[in-house]
């Protein structure tokens, strides 16, 4: 091929990855448009821990008719929950609501490997739905795609782009104009944008946000950006004081998107999937990382409060087990003990846009044993994580 022979290839190559993403696109929102998860009288009852008498007295309190229905089945939906759950008394609710004290800083866990296909975005999804939904704390999570692929926004905030709303790259780009008497704080704060889950906000990556490294590039080489890894701290210290826990999802590469999530958190969640070739590629990453801290730390990054290692995509075998024991053998500070399983509910979940956490075990198309444990094992494994962010706000509030 000539010159413009290439041109015009890459041109129809464009073409037809712009049409299909539009496509596939239009028939995720047509034909999977997520509502709220939908509890019934019996999961009602067990999610809040009360009996269902108890139930219909608060729900009758609560003004909620859950026989509304066109089938008449009793059913209410996941913020119908949360008013229900804020008229028990404290004597009747599992925990009381989180209020985190000024000692108690934000918790800022950016979820990265240099690896693709480790299960960065379900697993960043997954933990941030679970620590939204299944902790009667009612902690604020805060959810952000710095992935410019998008696939954690089509999650939580699929209409985001076509809607106009600004995405993480805007912000840090500053592609926006402030209208009159508007804030930067309060545009921060419009950015994330409300979810199916009622504290759960998302920040959004759009397509657009591909540039980003190229503009990084432009502005540091041409002296116009004197800190280029602290953008996204100052976009989060603009609306630290909304959320309790901010999760940060990475695309897999160490380009400034990645550093400037690095530069954010307090603390990093790698996940790893459980096979010989990602646990090489891993190893690979980990020999590098000292000089990825030390631009870190020259940049003034104070430390992180907990550094753990997240298996993904466990499955039952004797390779498994060989591959398992090697990784404690050298890896065992580090490891989480509760690993996410390979699960047919996991993957079905995400094919409809969802985690376990989404939706519940009467809406799952199929096994209900299936989707019941792989919501166990999800929540064991956020418990860890919610651990260790307890462990950090004692300490902290100790000081």
């Given amino acids: 091929m000539d010159h413009s022979q290439t041109t015009a290839s890459f041109q129809n190559l464009k073409q037809g990855a712009d049409e299909y993403i539009k496509r596939r696109n239009l028939r995720l929102l047509a034909n999977n448009r997520k509502e709220l998860r939908n509890f019934t009288r019996a999961e009602a009852s067990a999610y809040l821990g009360i009996d269902a008498k108890t139930l219909d007295k608060y729900v009758v309190a609560a003004e909620i008719d859950p026989r509304r229905h066109e089938d008449s089945q009793w059913s209410i939906d996941l913020e119908e929950m949360y008013v229900v759950r804020g008229l028990l008394p404290e004597t009747l609710r599992k925990e009381l609501k989180f209020e985190r004290s000024e000692k108690q800083k934000t918790q800022v866990i950016v979820i990265q490997n240099q690896k693709g296909g480790v299960g960065k975005t379900v697993s960043a999804a997954t933990i941030a ?36 709303e600004l995405s993480v790259g805007d912000l840090m780009m500053g592609s926006f104009d402030l209208d009159e008497g508007e804030t930067l704080q309060q545009v921060t704060s419009d950015a994330f944008l409300p979810t199916t889950i009622p504290n759960l906000r998302i920040l959004p990556a759009a397509q657009s946000d591909r540039a980003m490294e190229g503009w990084f ?149 199929k096994s209900k044993a299936t989707f019941q444990n792989a919501q166990q094992n999800s929540y064991e494994v956020t418990s860890q994580i919610q651990r260790d962010i307890l462990n950090v706000w004692r300490e902290q509030e100790n000081k």
């Fill in 129 to 164: 739905s679970g620590l939204a939904t299944e902790f009667h704390q009612e902690y604020r999570v805060g959810l952000i795609d710095m992935d410019g692929q998008a696939t954690l926004s089509m999650y939580y905030a699929p209409e985001a782009e076509q809607e106009g």
């Fill in 217 to 365: 590039h432009e502005r540091v080489f041409s002296h116009k950006l004197a800190s280029p890894y602290s953008l996204l701290s100052d976009i989060i210290a603009n609306v630290q004081d909304e959320f309790d826990i901010i999760l940060i999802d990475t695309p897999p590469s160490l380009g400034y998107a990645t550093f400037n999530a690095y530069f954010a958190a307090t603390s990093v969640v790698f996940p790893l999937s459980i096979t010989e070739n990602d646990i090489d590629a891993t190893c690979s990453y980990f020999s590098y990382i000292p000089q990825v801290w030390a631009l870190l730390e020259n940049a003034n990054h104070e430390g992180y409060d907990f550094m753990k290692i997240l298996l993904t995509n466990h499955r039952d075998s004797s390779t498994t087990t060989e591959l398992m024991n090697s990784l404690y053998d050298y890896f065992a500070p580090y490891l989480y003990s509760k690993e996410f399983k390979h699960s047919e509910a996991i993957r079905q979940a995400s094919s409809l846009l969802s985690t376990v956490f989404d939706m519940s075990k009467s809406e799952y198309p």
